[in-house]
């Protein structure tokens, strides 16, 4: 039915999938971390500890995507962690602990992308992860896969930065706009067009190096 | 020529578009050429970018839990804000050593020669004491203390000095009564 095929929409249609490893706390219920950041608040280092392991991984997946450098992005995640330790005290749960967390994660993104502009440094492009290869697949479609990787690496760097974390958190995070929104401080609206300016630009990059290939 | 739905492709994709607004979108759609056309292409991307997704970064390193918690350890205590909490959180092990040594220099003085000798100089170094003078910059403060003690106690001792203070001391007896 084309109108199946064309038109996916809705709540239902599978959003990009989220990694699945441990520490990926992304549906868990947000009181429990809630609970935990009011304990943190009164110095309480295992409640951290929990925090830390529950979430570390998307922290640091986020923001090795976001400086598109493995080790940035986990000198980026200790920055977080201890910020995080830090504002235990004014932390106020009016939001989901997640969104929250990417809040201050996107803060010391943006702060560290600036800072390495101001230096004159390139923000790292290199393909940060590869397409895992597929034994059926053809080694010539496995390099395929690997370049194409390697040109959404390149498109990511060099989006705008709010485009950039609009669309890593909403792609590779699995957030919702709503959730985009609170973590860069902004509209539903605006992130709307966040997002869409980024993937147009990524699928015109993708467009163009499939028809110089 | 403008549709009026050109901005709406990626969010109507994302299930983020109203429900009004996604249904004229899926009836617009067909008919047109070019939001068809930018659809296909926003659907390829998604499944690109979805493959990446999940392919794996790198493992954060192990040495980061430790980092992190040994950090905060520092911190802990009173984790809140002011002027206390920035500087501990910029405060180095390293910086000990010159403070330390500048303290001795102050010790020094307070009980140096000059002044009256104290009891207390005989008494043993406090632990904290003693580990401070393991520390390079200390032994090296306390080397140049002791040179310029020598010196000092050694300028008494020469005969031109002991000369003049002979010399002094006959004078002032002369003039005296």
Redesign the interface.
């Known amino acids: 039915m ?2 199946r095929t ?8 599978p ?5 699945n ?1 441990p520490g990926n706390a992304m549906n868990a219920p947000p009181d429990e971390d809630c609970a935990r950041m009011a304990r ?2 009164r ?1 309480d ?1 295992r409640a ?2 929990e925090l ?2 529950r979430h ?2 998307s922290v ?2 986020f923001a ?2 976001f400086v598109g450098d ?1 080790a940035r992005g ?1 000198e980026l ?2 920055d977080i ?2 910020s995080l ?2 504002a ?3 932390y106020q749960p009016t939001a989901r602990f997640k969104t929250w967390l990417y809040r201050v994660a996107t803060h010391h993104c943006l702060n560290a992308r600036r800072g390495l502009a101001a230096r004159a440094s390139s923000v790292g492009s290199e393909p ?5 290869a597929d034994p059926s697949h053809s080694p010539h479609a496995v390099a395929e ?1 690997r370049e ?2 390697g040109v ?1 690496s390149a498109g990511l760097a060099a989006l705008p930065e709010r485009e950039r974390a609009a669309f890593t958190l ?3 995070e699995g957030l ?2 709503r959730e985009v929104a609170e973590a860069l401080e902004t509209s ?1 609206s605006a992130v ?2 966040l ?2 300016r980024a ?2 630009a ?2 015109g990059r ?2 163009t190096h499939g028809r110089a290939a | 020529m403008s549709c009026g739905f050109e901005e709406d492709g990626v969010a109507y994709l994302d299930g983020e578009l109203p429900r009004e607004r996604a249904e004229a979108l899926a009836a617009h759609l067909p008919g047109c050429v070019l939001c068809t056309a930018q659809h296909a292409g926003l659907v390829r991307l998604r499944e690109q970018v979805a493959a990446l997704a999940s392919a794996p970064l790198p493992l954060p390193s192990p040495g980061l839990r430790a980092r992190v918690l040994a950090e905060v350890a520092g911190a802990n205590g009173s984790p809140g804000t002011g002027l206390w909490a920035w500087l501990r959180g910029r405060l180095q092990p390293w910086m000990l050593a010159p403070a330390l040594a500048g303290l001795a220099a102050l010790a020094w003085l307070a009980w140096s020669p000059a002044s009256p000798p104290s009891p207390s100089l005989d008494a043993p170094l406090p632990a904290w004491a003693a580990e401070a003078t393991e520390e390079p910059a200390v032994l090296e403060a306390a080397l140049v203390m002791d040179e310029l003690d020598e010196l000092r106690l050694g300028a008494l001792e020469t005969p031109e000095d002991l000369e003049v203070i002979s010399a002094l001391d006959e004078l002032e007896q002369e003039g005296r009564p």
């Open positions: 084309a109108r064309l038109a996916p929409s809705g709540r239902n249609f959003r990009a999938p989220v990694l490893v943190v608040a110095g280092t951290f500890a830390f392991d570390q991984a640091v997946r090795t995507r493995a986990e995640a200790q962690f201890v330790f830090r235990a005290p004014r940060l992860a590869h397409v895992p896969g194409l990787a959404l909403s792609r590779f919702s706009y539903e709307k067009s997002v869409h993937t147009v990524l699928a993708v467009e």
